[in-house]
């Protein structure tokens, strides 16, 4: 216990030291900027809107430590270690695109994304740490899994690669990817998730909990319980 609290505060004084250097950093840079252009824009544009610059490290750190200063809870204690979740109670968050990571964060701060724990997770995070966090996790290794009911497999299989033509459902692999690896900053990975989480994803968007992504409010009205079971569990085996 007591040698897990030293290098959580290692850990912690070390991400205290590199946030320092980098606001040293940046403020070098800001002011190296104005005296260049001081009729442009205002000097505290070092960071552009939307895109700011990531450290992976302080998102390490805050993944596996959380900030209690800030009331920010350690994510590892649900999506574990490196993003390799320990049941489908938790998304698995190993290898996920970054942007797609991001944009999770901020629809569940503003609650297009209603789901009351994450709500509050995401609820002290700025956009830097946000970044910060996604660019530690997009870094990890992906975590396999494996599709566990044979008998719906086919049609798993079919729905994914093929969608359902009589209903009007478009094959999954054609926005996630033949191999559900997704397509960076589009569409996220599915491959390995735990088919649980992948499941209970697609009712939300059918009822409308989740309502951050209109193609699949439209694509989830069209599936039936079995359909969606069906192809939860054969992304979970797809690699
Ligand atoms: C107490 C458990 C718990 C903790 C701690 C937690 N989460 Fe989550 N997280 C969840 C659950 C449950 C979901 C699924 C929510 C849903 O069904 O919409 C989730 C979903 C997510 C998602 C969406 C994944 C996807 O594939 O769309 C992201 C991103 C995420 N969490 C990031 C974080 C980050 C970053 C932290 C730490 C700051 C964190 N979580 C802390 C339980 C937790
Ligand atoms: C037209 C493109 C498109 C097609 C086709 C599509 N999806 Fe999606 N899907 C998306 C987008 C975009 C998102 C991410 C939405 C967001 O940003 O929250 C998504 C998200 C998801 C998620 C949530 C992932 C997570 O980690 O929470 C699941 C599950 C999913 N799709 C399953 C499917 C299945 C199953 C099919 C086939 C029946 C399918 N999708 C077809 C575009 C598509």
């Known amino acids: ?19 320092l250097a980098l606001t040293i950093i940046g403020a070098g840079f800001s002011a190296a900027q104005a005296e260049e252009a001081p009729a442009a824009a205002p000097a505290a544009a070092a960071v552009v809107p939307g895109k700011p610059k990531t450290d992976p490290a302080a998102g390490e750190a ?15 204690g649900c999506h574990g270690p490196n993003g390799k979740s320990a049941s489908g109670a938790w998304p698995k968050l190993a290898a996920q695109h970054p942007a797609y990571i991001v944009k999770q964060l901020k629809n569940f701060k503003e609650g297009t994304r209603a789901n009351a724990v994450m709500m509050g997770m995401a609820a002290p995070l700025t956009e830097q740490d946000m970044a910060n966090i996604a660019a530690y996790l997009g870094k990890q290794e992906p975590s396999p899994g494996v599709a566990t009911n044979k008998d719906t497999i086919e049609l798993g299989q079919s729905i994914y690669r093929g969608g359902i033509a009589s209903k009007g459902v478009p094959a999954c692999a054609g926005c996630h990817s033949p191999n559900g690896a997704g397509i960076p900053s589009q569409y996220p990975r599915l491959s390995g998730q735990w088919a649980d989480y992948a499941n209970a994803q697609l009712i939300a968007f059918r009822e409308g909990t989740r309502m951050n992504a209109p193609k699949m409010t439209v694509i989830s009205s069209k599936m039936n319980d079995k359909e969606m079971k069906a192809v939860a569990d054969y992304m979970a085996g797809l690699h």
């Open 62 to 76: 805050l993944y596996s430590n959380g900030d209690a200063s800030r009331g920010v809870v350690a994510c590892v």
């Open 1 to 19: 216990m007591r040698q897990t609290s030293q290098i959580s505060k290692l850990t912690s004084v070390r991400a205290g030291f590199m946030a």
